[in-house]
């Protein structure tokens, strides 16, 4: 099983700051196959982005991913308020399909 | 536009067998892969497993063979059994749609998600 570990536990910025999440793999993703996610209480998670790098239909340009191998980054390039939540990365190279453990996002 | 429901008790005796049913619209649910995902409160995300409109099923071993995954393509729903629960299954689940079937993809999108609760 691919094991990912995403640092910070917690993030707290102002906003307008830039945030950069990471993902660490226990061994290389094949095909860059790393996919991350916002997750907002209450509600379900929303894919932010796949294949390391693709933004999905209709998220915002300041979300961008990158990264290869075992390492990965999400960059939020301006926080604003409403990016407030905890973000997952997942890998879908090898199965068991596996989370990070999350980075919660805070807003000062 | 593609959108998914779950459905099913939201209370599960210890040792009985947990049972949801995700429903799909607006698109052929034989064309791709469709996954289960749990969350146990203040913890993470865990995938449980997926099915295809061939049966084709890919499990968690964590699980440890407790689950099993089914799909009706005439009533375009997939659903989930969980057999021999625990407290430790209580969780949010989520049905999403994975890849096209024979590929492994991302998750999108989600339903909004279940709360069963294991308790006597």
């Known amino acids: 099983e691919i094991v990912l570990t995403q640092s910070p536990g917690t993030l707290s910025l102002s906003a307008g700051e830039r945030a950069t999440l990471s993902c660490r793999a226990s061994?290389?993703?094949?095909?860059?196959?790393i996919a991350w996610y916002q997750h907002k209480p209450g509600q379900h998670p929303i894919l932010l982005i796949y294949?390391?790098?693709s933004r999905a239909t209709g998220i915002p340009d300041r979300f961008s991913g990158s990264g290869s191998g075992t390492d990965f980054s999400l960059t939020i390039s301006r926080l604003e308020t409403e990016d407030v939540a905890v973000y997952y990365c997942?890998?879908?190279?090898?199965?068991?399909?596996?989370f990070g453990q999350g980075t919660k996002v805070e807003v000062k | 536009h593609v959108q998914l429901e779950e459905s099913g008790p939201g209370l599960v005796k210890p040792s009985e067998t947990l049972s949801l049913t995700c429903n799909v619209s607006?698109?052929?649910?034989?064309?791709?892969?469709w996954s289960w995902i749990r969350q146990p409160a203040g913890k993470g995300l865990e995938w449980i497993g997926r099915?295809?409109?061939?049966?084709?099923?890919n499990y968690n071993p964590s699980l440890r063979g407790r689950v099993s995954l089914s799909l009706d393509a005439s009533k375009s729903q997939f659903s989930l059994k969980l057999r021999s629960v625990t407290a430790a299954d209580t969780a949010i689940y989520y049905c999403?749609?994975?890849?096209?079937?024979?590929?492994?993809?991302?998750?999108?999108?989600w339903g909004q998600g279940t709360l069963v609760t294991v308790s006597s």
């Open positions: 099915i295809d409109g061939y049966d084709n099923t």
């Open positions: 607006g698109t052929y649910i034989s064309r791709y892969y």
């Open positions: 997942q890998q879908y190279g090898g199965s068991p399909w596996t």
């Open positions: 999403a749609r994975d890849g096209p079937s024979g590929t492994s993809a991302w998750f999108d999108p």
């Open positions: 061994q290389s993703i094949r095909s860059n196959n």
């Open positions: 294949g390391a790098s």
